[in-house]
């Protein structure tokens, strides 16, 4: 990494990369709340995959070690905030199972996804919106939305 | 024992206060001090977004121990949010129209209304305490209250076409420092119109030919150099669109703020010891000589170097000088992050491209500024603010037709007269010393405020040329 950390000295900021984190969260928090719904109900919505499609995508390509942040695209994480956030918690997850759960949530047949698809990618939803709001809560980087 | 779910009412009730004490100033203050309507629409928001969140957590239950553990991380997302909030409101409550410098900012706002597709967008304009302008990232404000909207369905939409840019509460006197609010505007646009994500593979690109090994870097590390690449992109970008925007006169208040014509020596010559620590890059920003160096470029292609070259002979050296350092130069003077100058430099042609884009089909103000500029110098000379300047078109006396300059042209003017003739100015004035601090300080003050009232003044003439006869009452006008 050839990058240290050099000190900012100019008088036009733009320190506004904390706001991805937020942004982030709000993701997580918009997909839980549509797998609860979905897990209680019989049909899942368009909801439900708009609001997890991103995250799915974006897993199977660092999956798959493909150049997420290089090659930006409205259908998944474009940010380095979130790209790097995503990479944590996933590494934590069996990405295979997390992979399949995620596809079954999307998938628009007959089958109805598992208990387990829904309790692994509630689970990692969980997990992405705490490791979220645990970057973005860092006391270190307080200037959001600065650029 | 209790269970976490019975401390939820104090938690809710502890983010409810959360959120009211930091709206708890809009309403009252909102209604008994003046703002720009930009500033109530923004006030408006914020107290809209309060209403829906705290009627949200009124009604916010969990019904077992498996919803607690899905949603007890929802409130610190809200937390979260609102805290983004907290520190835009005092300042946008702080900056009442008393405040802040409207009419040479307002101006500058009539001129980015020229853009194609930001006719009606405004900007609301906050205080900072420190010396910095800065622009509030609105396309994120945006994003993220349409993800609110996801959680919390009946939240408010950010309004549309509304900017937020923070400057210097000291500023706010000044007329041609604040040239530098350009730059944040093109953070706006940048923003807006996603040049981030092709100036992103851009960089990517440019950094697989320029940079050895870049293909054997983990993908987090390529992730980090293409984002240094990006961010430095961004700010050439916002730079080049300040230029546009405003002409010579956005680079020369950046000289000024950043007092870069210290990098010459008594000859006029390049000082290396005063120009070395100026070469360095910062994790956010390029260099200011390379910032400089490309805004020079950059002018030297446009109508108004010739210009340039005959009036600001000391602007005009530096910037002549600063377009013959090479590449290798840059990379020397940064140890750490010179090996991705390169890649930045292989990226300035796509920069320049996304900035002539924003300004497709907008004049760059030349010509009429040419036409006016004598005019405006001259009222300035006698001390008279150019709001209506009298020019005559023929040798006859009685041939004279009043013209009002528009800000692009009030401010290149101003700030030329300002640079170049304010000694002529003060040693015309009987009693007056151009030696004496005092006595220049005032005189700057004035030419700051004759040009700012010019402007103010061309604001009004055009409200009262576009007003509508029929909202505003007038019997004659014909009805739809």
Same mark, same amino acid.
């Given at each position: ?8 000295? /100019? ?11 937020? /942004?982030?969260?709000?993701? &997580? ?17 368009? =909801? ?9 995508? /974006?897993? =199977? ?20 905030? =979130? ?12 990405? =295979? ?21 829904? /309790? ?23 200037? &959001?939305?600065?650029? | ?22 709206? $708890? *100033? ?24 309060? #209403? ?50 409207? #009419?040479?900012?307002? *101006? ?27 622009? +509030? ?6 994003? !993220?209250?349409?993800?609110?909207? #996801? ?44 040049? $981030? ?27 980090? !150099? ?15 669109? *300040? ?7 956005? %680079? ?55 210009? +340039? ?8 050296? !530096? ?5 013959? +350092? ?38 760059? *103000? ?24 009298? +020019? ?12 009002? #300059? ?58 009262? %040329? ?15």
């Amino acid at each position: 990494m050839p990058l240290k950390a050099l000190r900012e000295n /100019s008088d036009m900021v733009a320190m506004g990369e904390r706001v991805h984190y937020l /942004s982030l969260a709000l993701d &997580a928090r918009r997909a839980l709340n549509a797998i609860r719904a979905a897990d209680k109900g019989s049909e899942r919505t368009d =909801e439900l995959r708009n609001s997890i499609r991103a995250a799915a995508l /974006s897993l =199977e390509m660092l999956r798959t070690h493909a150049d997420l942040y290089a090659n930006l695209s409205p259908e998944h994480y474009v940010q380095y905030e =979130e790209i790097q956030t995503l990479r944590e918690v996933s590494s934590s997850l069996d990405p =295979e199972a997390l992979t399949q759960s995620m596809k079954s949530l999307l998938a628009s047949g007959e089958e109805r996804p598992t208990a387990d698809d829904f /309790s692994l990618a509630r689970r990692f939803f969980r997990a992405l919106e705490s490791r979220a709001l645990h970057h973005y809560n860092d006391p270190a980087s307080s200037d &959001a939305f600065a650029a | 024992m209790l269970e976490q779910r019975n401390y939820l009412r104090h938690d809710l009730t502890a983010l409810y206060a959360f959120i009211e004490s930091i709206v $708890e *100033g809009v309403v009252s203050q909102r209604n008994s001090t003046a703002y720009s309507p930009a500033a109530i629409r923004f006030l408006d928001f914020v107290h809209a977004l309060a #209403a829906s969140c705290k009627k949200h957590l009124a009604n916010w239950r969990v019904q077992d121990d498996e919803e607690f553990e899905d949603r007890r991380e929802e409130l610190g997302t809200i937390r979260a949010a609102w805290r983004e909030l907290h520190k835009l409101i005092k300042p946008a409550l702080d900056a009442d129209t008393l405040q802040v410098p409207s #009419a040479v900012v307002d *101006g500058i706002v009539r001129r980015f209304q020229e853009i194609h597709g930001y006719h009606e967008t405004e900007f609301v304009l906050l205080h900072t305490a420190e010396f910095n302008y800065v622009q +509030i990232r609105t396309a994120d404000l945006r994003n !993220l209250s349409a993800k609110i909207r #996801a959680i919390i369905p009946d939240s408010p939409e950010f309004p549309t076409n509304l900017g937020v840019i923070g400057m210097p509460y000291s500023q706010g006197r000044t007329a041609f420092a604040n040239c530098l609010v350009a730059h944040e505007m093109g953070h706006f646009v940048y923003r807006d119109k996603t040049f $981030e994500s092709s100036l992103q593979t851009a960089a990517d690109t440019a950094l697989k030919s320029v940079f050895e090994n870049y293909e054997g870097q983990s993908q987090e590390q390529k992730d980090r !150099l293409i984002r240094c690449v990006a961010r430095w992109a961004e700010e050439l970008f916002c730079d080049l669109f *300040g230029v546009m925007l405003l002409g010579p006169c956005y %680079t020369f208040a950046y000289i000024e703020a950043y007092d870069l014509s210290a990098v010459l020596d008594s000859a006029g010559a390049i000082s290396e010891e005063r120009m070395q620590p100026r070469m360095e890059f910062y994790e956010y920003h390029p260099s200011h000589i390379f910032r400089l160096q490309q805004q020079s470029v950059f002018l030297r292609e446009s109508h108004w170097w010739d210009h +340039i070259c005959k009036s600001q002979a000391r602007f005009s050296t !530096l910037l002549q000088l600063l377009r013959c +350092i090479e590449t290798d130069a840059h990379v020397a003077q940064n140890p750490t992050v010179g090996r991705l100058v390169p890649a930045l430099s292989a990226i300035v042609p796509e920069i320049r491209k996304a900035a002539f884009t924003a300004f497709e089909e907008v004049d760059d *103000g030349f010509a009429l500024f040419s036409q006016l500029n004598r005019f405006v110098r001259d009222y300035l000379a006698a001390g008279v603010v150019p709001s209506t300047l009298n +020019i005559r078109i023929s040798n006859d006396t009685d041939d004279v037709v009043a013209v009002s #300059a528009p800000p692009l042209v009030l401010l290149n003017s101003g700030m030329e007269f300002y640079l170049t003739r304010t000694d002529e100015l003060i040693r015309s004035i009987q009693g007056e010393d151009q030696n004496q601090f005092d006595c220049r300080l005032r005189w700057i003050r004035r030419i700051e405020e004759w040009v700012a009232k010019a402007i103010e003044d061309e604001s009004l003439e055009k409200e009262e %040329t576009h007003v509508d006869p029929v909202k505003n009452g007038d019997p004659e006008a014909p009805r739809p």
